[in-house]
T-cell receptor, first 114, second 115 residues
Framework: EPEVTQTPSHQVTQMGQEVILRCVPI?????FYWYRQILGQKVEFLVS????????KSEIFDDQFSVERPDGSNFTLKIRSTKLEDSAMYFC????????????FGEGSRLTVL | AQKVTQAQTEISVVEKEDVTLDCVYE???????LFWYKQPPSGELVFLIR??????QNEISGRYSWNFQKSTSSFNFTITASQVVDSAVYFC????????????FGQGTILTVHP
C-alpha cells in the first residue's frame, strides 16, 4: 500500500538552528500538508500546498516556517530559527484531490529543540 | 470558526467491553467532512473513516461503527468487543467544504483496554 514517508524520524537541535523536515508524499497525490502535534496536545494544521504554492496556512505558520517542493517527489518544511516551543511531532500528509480521497499521514518527525 | 469537542479525555475499559467515543462539532459550512483517526503508542495517525455532511447513514466496519447525527452535530465512534490492541488515542476531526485538507482536530480521547 502506498504511504507517505518522513525523515528524520527524530531530530534534536539547538535553539536558533535551522531544521528541514522531509516528506515524500504518495506519488500521484496533488495536495500536501504539514501538521504538528505538541506532546500530549491535539494535532494542529500548519499549511497546505498545491501546484507549487501555499494554498492555506494557519496563524502558527509564521515567517520562521517555509515549505518547498524542490523536486517531483519531496516536500519539505523548514524552520529557520528554531525555538523551544517548536518542539513537537510534525506530520506530513497528502491527498489525491481537494474533496476526494482520504488524507494520508506519514509517521511523523519528532523535533526536540534544546 | 470550526470546533471539535471530545469531552472524554480518557476512557478505561476491560477487554470485550463495548466503548463509545463521543465527538461534537461546530461549523458554519453546509458541506463538511468528519473524520476519525487512531494514534497508537507508536505515534502515527491512522485513518479510520471519512464522512461527508450529506451522508448520515451509519457505518459499520468489523468491530467499529460510527453514528453521525446532524441534528445534534455529533459523530460518535463505537468499538464493539474491545481488544487490547485498540488502546490508542482517538481523534475526531472536521474539515470545511472548501478546505478539505485543513482538518480541525479534537483534543483526542485516550482509550486504554485492559486484558
Amino acid at each position: 500500500e502506498p504511504e507517505v514517508t518522513q525523515t528524520p524520524s527524530h531530530q534534536v537541535t539547538q535553539m536558533g538552528q535551522e531544521v528541514i523536515l522531509r516528506c515524500v508524499p504518495i506519488s500521484n497525490h496533488l495536495y500536501f500538508y504539514w501538521y504538528r502535534q505538541i506532546l500530549g496536545q491535539k494535532v494542529e494544521f500548519l499549511v497546505s500546498f498545491y501546484n507549487n504554492e501555499i494554498s492555506e496556512k494557519s496563524e502558527i505558520f509564521d515567517d520562521q516556517f517555509s515549505v518547498e517542493r524542490p523536486d517531483g517527489s519531496n516536500f519539505t518544511l523548514k524552520i529557520r530559527s528554531t525555538k523551544l516551543e517548536d518542539s513537537a511531532m510534525y506530520f506530513c500528509a497528502s491527498s489525491l484531490g481537494l474533496n476526494t480521497g482520504e488524507l494520508f499521514f506519514g509517521e511523523g518527525s519528532r523535533l526536540t529543540v534544546l | 470558526a470550526q470546533k471539535v469537542t471530545q469531552a472524554q479525555t480518557e476512557i478505561s475499559v476491560v477487554e470485550k467491553e463495548d466503548v463509545t467515543l463521543d465527538c461534537v462539532y461546530e461549523t458554519r459550512d453546509t458541506t463538511y467532512y468528519l473524520f476519525w483517526y487512531k494514534q497508537p503508542p507508536s505515534g502515527e495517525l491512522v485513518f479510520l473513516i471519512r464522512r461527508n455532511s450529506f451522508d448520515e447513514q451509519n457505518e459499520i466496519s468489523g468491530r467499529y461503527s460510527w453514528n453521525f447525527q446532524k441534528s445534534t452535530s455529533s459523530f460518535n465512534f463505537t468499538i464493539t468487543a474491545s481488544q487490547v490492541v485498540d488502546s490508542a488515542v482517538y481523534f475526531c476531526a472536521l474539515s470545511g467544504g472548501t478546505s478539505y485538507g485543513k482538518l480541525t482536530f479534537g483534543q483526542g480521547t485516550i482509550l486504554t483496554v485492559h486484558p
